[in-house]
Every structure is written in C-alpha cells, then in structure tokens.
C-alpha cells in the first residue's frame, strides 16, 4: 500500500480552500494529491483541471501530457461513481486526439478517434480519414452518423462533410445527390425569408460547381441561372442588410470548391478535411495554412516568367485566396477590406488570359459570392451574369 504524505495532503486541501489559488499547475497537483487518497471526489475534479489547462496551453508537448493524463484519470473513475463520467471521458479522448494529430502521431491519434466513434461519435475518425484521403470510408462515417440523427432535417455541417467525401472519392452522382438534399432543405427554408436568401445562393453556386465536376452541364447551367435570379430579387428589393453571421458557411463552400488544386492527400502527406467546419483547429489545417509562405514564393517566380506562365499564377494565387480565408475567413471585422484585394487580383489576372473562359468565370463567381458575403447584391449579380456570359461563350 502507498504511503499517504498528510503534509502533502494538508497543503493541497489549503491550497483548493483558498481564494487565491495561485500557479495552475499548483492547483492541478494539489487534485493529484487529493485525488490518490479521495478518488471519488477529487478525480472528476482532476480530469477538469487537467482539460482546462490544456485548453490554455500554447505548447503541443504540453498539450499531449496533460490530456494523455486526463485520459487515464477519468478511466479510474468507476461507471456510475460520479456524474458526467462518460461525458469527461470524451472530452478528455477528444482533447487527447488532438493533441497527438498535432504532433504528427496520427496512427496514434487515428486509434483515439476509432475509440470515440466506437462510442457513437464518428466525427472525429471521418476527418482524420479524409485528411488521409481515406474518402470512401469517411462518407460511410458520415452517412452513418447522420442516420444517427433520428430522421431530422439535416444541417449544413452534416451534409457538406458527406458530399465532400463522396466527391473526393470520385462519386460525383452521389456528392451531388446529397448536396442537392442541402439545397432542397436551403429552398425551403428561404421561402419567405429574405435573410436565408444569401445561403441558399452560395448552394446552389456550390452545387453548380459540383454538377461541372461531375460533366453535368444543364444542370450546372440551370443551378447558375437560379442563383443568378436570387441575386436579381436580392439586387433590386436592397435587402437583406442585416449582419455577416453566416460567413462561416460562404468560406467552408469556397474552401472546399479548391481541392482540385491541391495535392492528393495521403497518410505521408495529410491534407485539409474539405467541408468540414473549417473552424476546428488540427495540425493537417494548420500545415495547410502553414504552406502560404512556400505559395508566394511560387507566385512571385511565376509573375517573374511573364504570360507564358499565367495559367499556373491564377491557379496558385487561388491556392492562397483560399488559405486566407481559412483563416481569417469569418472575422467580420473590417472582412471586406481585409479580402477584397484577393478576389480583385483574382478577376484581373484571369481577365489577361487568353481563350481560358473556366479560369475567368471561375474568378468571376469567387467574387461574386464573396460581394454576397459583404451583401454588396449589385456587384454580385453583375459579376456573376458575366461569369455565365463567359461559359455560355465556351
């Protein structure tokens, strides 16, 4: 039996009583302490402490220590032994993932997640399996945990995921059926609605893209002409005005319209989980931001070349238009002079190309649905009326 320190003990409860506790990682021992001799009280109590400095934690290694620890402190609390036990168990395992994705240990990380979704949270493996480009396996993923929900009507973030995954692995019919299932519930829902209007535009433009992919023409042609009539309701009636709220969905669709420019994801190579709320941090989004320095450099080398590289400088810049916005996509604060520049330079460099009308109304449609973002309904509607103009022509 281990020997209990009562002066180790004594200190630790002073400490908790305190009202000044003082150093955090004072307060998480004094739980170590309490926690070896009151289990039942102090663990749960340790498991938050430790989760909590985590979150504050600015370092991956320290990261990896404490959520490792909270894992294996929430696994002594018994089942039934204290309230929320499965709940922390989870928050400590999906922590834990996290960490280790950070660091590169995704074998590791992959097995947290297979343990969670295990435990009816499939999430988390669904990403890091599209972030391997496993896409395949990560619709069933996604499939499943929608069948999950019970029949409801389902939401932006469980349908773009699955039409992602399905897209990515080449099943082009089935991506679009389900993001047409999106835009269905998107038509609906702005029925009466002018607010919704924004939403359902960026959609039905989405799915437009998707139709193209999938060598659909008519229906992408007719999906551009329903939203470029939105956009004339919108652009003459001056509304809706109300705040940016919805930007997270504008830059979820515009980053994931930008993997065909990306490298194939592998498990060497791991790569953003297009459609995902690009909001959550890991270490494969954060890689991909992380590529912005080595993509201007690219871009300078290729201005450098003149007009016979001009093709490859739209394509890269596009590459780090949607870094951007992954990043900093969905601060409203001062958006529209933060990102306007992007999407110009887009349009004026594609408007220098030569009988390349994908690559101008490509550029033109980016912008229109950013002025969407900005509810600058004008412009939009006269830029994407030229983006169809210009494929109309093809």
Not at 182 to 196: F, H, K, W, Y
């Given at each position: 039996?281990?020997?209990?320190?009562?002066?180790?003990?004594?200190?630790?409860?002073?400490?908790?009583?305190?009202?000044?506790?003082?150093?955090?990682?004072?307060?998480?021992?004094?739980?170590?302490?309490?926690?070896?001799?009151?289990?039942?009280?102090?663990?749960?109590?340790?498991?938050?402490?430790?989760?909590?400095?985590?979150?504050?934690?600015?370092?991956?290694?320290?990261?990896?220590?404490?959520?490792?620890?909270?894992?294996?402190?929430?696994?002594?609390?018994?089942?039934?032994?204290?309230?929320?036990?499965?709940?922390?168990?989870?928050?400590?395992?999906?922590?834990?993932?996290?960490?280790?994705?950070?660091?590169?240990?995704?074998?590791?990380?992959?097995?947290?997640?297979?343990?969670?979704?295990?435990?009816?949270?499939?999430?988390?493996?669904?990403?890091?399996?599209?972030?391997?480009?496993?896409?395949?396996?990560?619709?069933?993923?996604?499939?499943?945990?929608?069948?999950?929900?019970?029949?409801?009507?389902?939401?932006?973030?469980?349908?773009?995921?699955?039409?992602?995954?399905?897209?990515?692995?080449?099943?082009?019919?089935?991506?679009?059926?389900?993001?047409?299932?999106?835009?269905?519930?998107?038509?609906?829902?702005?029925?009466?609605?002018?607010?919704?209007?924004?939403?359902?535009?960026?959609?039905?433009?989405?799915?437009?893209?998707?139709?193209?992919?999938?060598?659909?023409?008519?229906?992408a042609a007719a999906a551009r002409g329903e939203a470029l009539a939105a956009l004339g309701e919108l652009a003459t009636s001056d509304g809706p005005r109300?705040?940016?709220?919805?930007?997270?969905?504008?830059?979820?669709?515009?980053?994931?319209?930008?993997?065909?420019?990306?490298?194939?994801?592998?498990?060497?190579?791991?790569?953003?989980?297009?459609?995902?709320?690009?909001?959550?941090?890991?270490?494969?989004?954060?890689?991909?931001?992380?590529?912005?320095?080595?993509?201007?450099?690219?871009?300078?080398?290729?201005?450098?070349?003149?007009?016979?590289?001009?093709?490859?400088?739209?394509?890269?810049?596009?590459?780090?238009?949607?870094?951007?916005?992954?990043?900093?996509?969905?601060?409203?604060?001062?958006?529209?002079?933060?990102?306007?520049?992007?999407?110009?330079?887009?349009?004026?460099?594609?408007?220098?190309?030569?009988?390349?009308?994908?690559?101008?109304?490509?550029?033109?449609?980016?912008?229109?649905?950013?002025?969407?973002?900005?509810?600058?309904?004008?412009?939009?509607?006269?830029?994407?009326?030229?983006?169809?103009?210009?494929?109309?022509?093809?």
């Amino acid at each position: 039996m281990r020997r209990i320190d009562h002066d180790a003990v004594l200190r630790a409860r002073v400490l908790l009583l305190g009202s000044d506790r003082g150093d955090p990682f004072e307060e998480v021992d004094a739980y170590r302490v309490l926690a070896e001799v009151s289990p039942r009280a102090y663990l749960p109590k340790l498991v938050d402490a430790l989760l909590l400095m985590s979150y504050r934690s600015r370092d991956p290694e320290v990261d990896l220590l404490l959520t490792g620890e909270a894992v294996e402190a929430v696994r002594k609390i018994e089942t039934g032994a204290a309230p929320r036990r499965d709940e922390r168990l989870r928050s400590a395992l999906h922590a834990y993932q996290r960490a280790l994705f950070a660091l590169g240990r995704r074998g590791e990380g992959r097995a947290v997640c297979e343990e969670l979704a295990e435990a009816g949270e499939s999430e988390p493996l669904a990403r890091a399996l599209a972030e391997e480009g496993r896409y395949l396996e990560a619709a069933a993923l996604n499939e499943e945990e929608l069948a999950r929900g019970g029949g409801s009507e389902p939401s932006f973030w469980d349908m773009t995921p699955w039409a992602a995954n399905l897209e990515g692995a080449g099943r082009y019919d089935e991506a679009t059926a389900v993001f047409a299932r999106l835009v269905d519930g998107a038509r609906r829902e702005s029925v009466g609605q002018p607010t919704a209007a924004p939403v359902l535009i960026w959609e039905v433009v989405h799915l437009s893209r998707m139709y193209e992919r999938a060598g659909r023409r008519k229906e992408a042609a007719a999906a551009r002409g329903e939203a470029l009539a939105a956009l004339g309701e919108l652009a003459t009636s001056d509304g809706p005005r109300d705040a940016m709220g919805d930007l997270d969905r504008w830059a979820t669709l515009f980053v994931m319209s930008g993997r065909d420019d990306e490298p194939v994801a592998s498990a060497e190579a791991p790569s953003l989980a297009f459609g995902t709320d690009f909001r959550r941090v890991s270490g494969a989004r954060d890689a991909f931001i992380d590529a912005l320095p080595d993509l201007e450099a690219q871009a300078d080398a290729l201005a450098a070349c003149g007009v016979d590289r001009l093709p490859e400088l739209v394509d890269v810049r596009r590459r780090i238009g949607v870094r951007l916005v992954l990043r900093q996509g969905d601060h409203p604060y001062r958006f529209e002079e933060r990102l306007t520049p992007t999407f110009d330079e887009g349009v004026a460099l594609a408007r220098r190309l030569q009988g390349d009308p994908v690559r101008l109304a490509r550029a033109l449609t980016d912008r229109s649905m950013f002025y969407v973002a900005t509810r600058a309904f004008e412009p939009a509607h006269t830029d994407l009326a030229e983006a169809i103009a210009v494929l109309d022509l093809r």
